[in-house]
């Protein structure tokens, strides 16, 4: 728990939104009935990823009529992480809570993680999904495999319940604006903080309106990300599969000679063939897998801002004419 941060506000919830505008209605008139009810001062950060539909304009409408929901647009679509790494900038709550704009994650729940937070004394509190029934079974297996795999690689601390709608204490968030990398996954940087948590398990609903902004190629750009930023364990794969395919070659090559010395000359073109396709295929993968690392270290070499903001309702006054 901070001790001796002083804010005005005691509770920020960080909303990344990209292509909203059938779930933002909703999700603003579930949400603040929520919040009032907190007897906290509460601030929601709405960050427009870059959207393509009415979505920034729908909230300023909204922010018209209640002016703790802030708006903060970026200049194009980053990605989810990307968007919630600038709601987490943003925030000036004592506590940040970061929530899904499509009402999958319960806001009733923010007052469960809050008096955990208070009650337990811990910095974070997870909202842990004990039923993913809602979701497709697509879903539900892809996730499956990605918690699966990332447990062994980044650390046993990460939980397959628990996604990005969770709570943290400014401690933890000070430490998250603090980290230099360029695309932290936060539900996997988080927790291997080490900082005191609590669970507060809901059931994940189905999404109110639109449609999953999370196609499959950013499923595997999310992957991609976790794979390469916690561990350089598949590059270690990629060494034992080289001296595996060495070993093989090197039998390979002592039969060939054996069966050259005893004369017994065969045609060998299916082996061949195999072997080539075999070792190519082998290669590639390798070289693709060094080309994902050397590719994010090029990235951070260069450090470019990773989002750029557009306007911030409370800090750019022109922005908030709901007539535009
Ligand atoms: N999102 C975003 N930028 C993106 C994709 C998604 O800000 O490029 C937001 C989206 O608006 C939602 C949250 O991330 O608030 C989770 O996305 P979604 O519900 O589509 O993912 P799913 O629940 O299907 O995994
Ligand atoms: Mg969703």
Redesign the pocket.
Known sequence: MPQSFVSPVTLSVV????N?REAVDHFVGRLRPVLDGLGVTYEVVA?D?GSRDATVSRLLQLRADWSALRVVALRR?V??QA?LAAGLQSARGEFVVSI???L?DPPEVIGEMLAAAHEQRVDVVYGVRGDRSTDTVF?RRTAGIYYWTMRRLAGPWVSDQAGDFRLMSRAVVDVLNALPEQNPIYRLVVPSLGFASAEVSYVRAE?VAGE???PLS?MIKLTLDSLTSFSAAPLRIATWLGILSFLVCLGLIVSGLTAWAMGAVVPGWTSLYIAVLLLGGIQLICLGLLGEYIGRIYAATQNRPRFLVAFDTDKDAAAVDPAE
Do not use: L
């Open positions: 909303t990344p939104m990209y909203e960050v990823d679509n990605g989810h968007a899904d704009a499509d999958q879903k999404r999953t902004k999370y950013k």
